[in-house]
């Protein structure tokens, strides 16, 4: 099975948020990692290899940074690795990663599509759906667990309430969710054997893509720090009277008593 | 360059495991083999032998491997069967077997357990394996004339580690190692930026990762200009001393009960006050069987007035592991019953009302046990820091 | 120009954030004098267009047929897109729910459409939008613009307040080509667990690595059931195997965002603040007067959880006892 994946490099969230003189978030001193979606789905597809057979590339759209990102990926067993880096794609939005995405599936043979149910930094969770619709394949978003045989995918998928069993017919775009199997550790050794692993790196005009073409449909105009929330009351004393104080406030104030 | 890696790795374990004659002799020391029953593995030779046929006989796939993995991340690499293969047969260095047999299993991404992982990747991202943000590390420490290093500079390191400066429960054990050497007047500070020694990776087997690690701390070290290191956790001590190239040329290290121990001589008098506790002292693997250091936590204690002193079953070289050691701290792993359960038990038994340790996982496993026992009201959990502290009564 | 609501329904009943889309809509629509026009879909609905009347809808679009009876991605996005090019709709609003996350995207590539994911709040001026929505694990809020003229977004759940504005919504029937898909949905699993869903709860009680081992949480089922609660977990817990990922709140979990959170033996790593933090209420219970939660948290009880909980589920029964 000839598996692609695609990831995206983002910021650890522990990190603490800044922005530079121009209002961009400040990239500079943050910890950088892989989407831990998308290390979900390079595990899924690498589990696939090792029992079907076949090949597995990660793809990805982002700066020269994001090259450690793939290496990462081939760190853990992936055999080819592409990056699409072009400072036209500075504004980039889902669609214009989708477009991009879906220029570099069209020239590749591939039998499955796999992402992460969304980033950790945006989050929008649309690419793998735009992504699909781009490619004029079958999704099926957010799955749990995921076995293939002859040519259809058997998913199960999270939906509120409980899970959806849904099949697809292969090839089709598929975005995992947290827990569908456990993440194989690449040792540092062979994160830094990784470091000599090519990377293939494409530019716009490479793909025939033109600026219009990914152009981004929504413009961020402006970051806002949220009102950071204020310390409460904090309850102390005896048990029972702390926990009178606490059935007041819930009745009187929350009003949920 | 793989290939050569895990030859390098093969060729140490073959030669070591084919020294066993199955003699048998370690079988009865091994804490897994108490608290499994049996059914994770037939001692330290078990486990040795099992990663000395998976890779000769290539077991390596599926289900065999993740078995293979359980049995060889379980070993709690307290050190029984070392000194008994030493006293009783070949003197086989069997913890060096089961982790390079790590390094060989992770090296094939076979390895660790899930949850060991993230707590490996927490300590390369955030220096500490509890994913906790590294500027939150000196929280604990309320007493703002404390020096912080290297921007003061002192002739001691405390070195606190990440358990005793993450984990509230032991808080109180960081503070009281702090009024102990403001008491006794030690030029003492703590270091801003400090760092994982790196005791679980090089337990889980990432040789690379620890290598990483090593050369962050050597470099704060050096920059912070001290001469003597002394460590809150028997781990961090065990790793400087012995795992940390060239450290002894540049650094004296000691743990906190052998540092205390000799400040303390000659100081009795300062006990005012009485604590009329039974104590019995557990000994932590790291500081005992492999560092042989048995009698200056006892002699701190002794030194309390009031403290009558009882020792359990399996003390010293036969003491038994509390279950927190190479890497069990971060995974469940199932047994029948609990090591730390079981070692509560020996202290009821002597009549003891407190169970003193000096290891910062010890204390938490013991900890964790008597309030899963829900014995808290017959026996209280305490590093032998603390009681001087309260036997000082400051 | 109109504002459109895709009324998701499941099982012949509306979700509740469609109600919430239908009343930020009614008010989008009002601001700019527009009509507020409905799209429900399925098999055998048509009785939820009374419901719809109440949030003030002017008309319901009503599609229905065999092979809509369950949601397929395929189906349903073809007759949205037929409806936004027909009606020449260009403001489609729509819950960020599973349905809604699965659906929005793929329709906004097919229309070439800008889609706002996640939107908290709208920035109204004129016929001008700003959409509102947090990135980064909440740690910031992004303003955006969509600047194509057919603009999408999904809304997060139980964040937009519902306002009933009855009225009688002109039922349209329409119809249109439908693809064969090629997903098949075999069976929905339904979790029956009697206690509301996470992401709609108006209560939540949740427990941490305080708890100290899973039995732990059957305190925190008894106090969530004796609130009408569902049952959340941090991520150490689910990572421990406590508790199913489902459970989990927090940034790699659900966004949730109830009336009241009762956060037990939790300490608030940032993540986890992501999944809960525009609770309206924290009630937080830790014994570590530190812990990060404690910063946030509207009551913060420094206490063991373990006296706490049977104490406030004791004094709880009385107080329902006193006043049946």
Known sequence: MNIVVCIKQTFDTEARITL??????????????????????????????????????????????????????????????????????????????????????????????????????????????????????????????????????????????????????????????????????????????????????????????????????TRIEEYLFPQPRQKGKVLSGEVPEVVSKLIQHLRDEVKVI | MEEEYTEKLKKKIFEETSKCRICMSCYVDCPLQLSTMGFVTQGPTGIIKAIYYAILWDVLQGKDAEDLRDIVYSCTTCGSCVNRCKKSACGISIIDVVETGRQFLLEKMIGPLPDQKIALESIYKYGNPYGEAPDRRLSWLDDPKVKRLPDEQAEVLFYVGCTASYESELHNLARSLVKLFTFLEVDFGVLVGEECCGDPVSTLGDEFLFQEMMGRNLEKFTAAGIKTIVTTSPHCFNTFLKKYEDFTDKFEVKHYTEFLAQAFDGKKTAFKKELPYTITYHDPCYLGKHNSIYDPPRALLKAIPGVSLVEMEMTRENSLCCGGGGGRMYAEVEEEKRLADTRLEQALKVGADVIATACPWCHTMLLNAVRDQQVEETLKTRDVAELLVEALDF | MPVFVFAEQRDGRLNKTALEAL????????????????????????????????????????????????????????????????????????GNTSMGKDLAPRVAEKICAGLVSDCIAMELSGEEIRFLRPMYAGKVIAKVRVTTPVKMATLRPNNFSLEEKPGKAQVKAISCELPVPRTKVKEIEVQESGRPELTEAEIIVSGGRGLGKPEGFQLIEEAADALGAAVGASRAVVDAGWRSQQHQVGQTGK??????????????????????????????????????????????????????????????????????
């Open chain 3, 23 to 94: 009343s930020q809509g009614r008010r989008v629509a009002d601001s700019t004098g527009d009509r507020l026009i409905a799209c429900l879909v399925g098999n055998d609905i048509s009785g939820l267009a009374y419901e719809i009347d109440r949030y003030g809808a002017d008309q319901v679009l009503l599609c229905q047929d065999e092979a809509l009876s369950l949601y397929h991605t395929e189906t349903y996005a073809a007759v949205l897109a037929n409806i936004i090019e027909k009606e020449r709709a260009d403001l489609i609003l729509l």
């Open chain 3, 255 to 324: 966004v949730v965002a109830p009336n009241l959170y009762v956060a037990c033996g939790i300490s608030g790593a940032i993540q986890h603040m992501a999944g809960m933090g525009t609770s309206k209420c924290i009630v937080a219970i830790n014994k570590d007067g530190n812990a990060n939660i404690m910063e946030v948290a509207d009551l913060a009880i420094e206490g063991d959880l373990f006296e706490v909980l049977p104490e406030f589920l004791k004094q709880l029964q009385e107080l329902r006892y006193r006043n049946p």
């Open chain 1, 20 to 217: 530079t003189e121009e209002g961009h978030i400040d990239e500079r001193s943050v910890l950088f990692i892989v989407n831990p979606y998308d290390e979900y789905a390079v595990e899924e597809a690498l589990r696939l290899k090792e029992k079907e057979g076949g090949e597995v590339t990660v793809v990805t759209v982002g700066g020269e940074k994001a090259a450690t990102a793939l290496r990462h990926c081939l760190a853990m067993g992936a055999d080819h690795a592409i990056l699409v880096n072009d400072p036209k794609l500075k504004d980039a939005d889902s669609h214009s990663y989708a477009v991009v995405l879906s220029k570099v599936l069209k020239s590749m043979d591939y039998d499955l599509i796999l992402c992460g149910r969304e980033s950790i930094d945006a989050a929008t969770s649309q690419v793998p759906s735009r992504l699909a619709e781009l490619l004029n394949l079958p999704q099926i978003n957010v799955v749990s667990a995921l076995h293939i045989e002859d040519g259809n995918a058997q998913a199960r998928r999270d939906i509120e309430g409980g899970v959806e069993v849904i099949d697809a017919v292969l090839p089709a775009v598929i975005s995992v969710q947290k827990g569908i199997n456990e993440v194989r550790y690449p040792s540092m050794r062979l994160i830094m054997r990784a470091k000599k692993m090519p990377v293939r790196t494409l530019s716009l005009e490479d793909l025939s893509l033109t600026s219009e073409d990914v152009a981004p449909l």
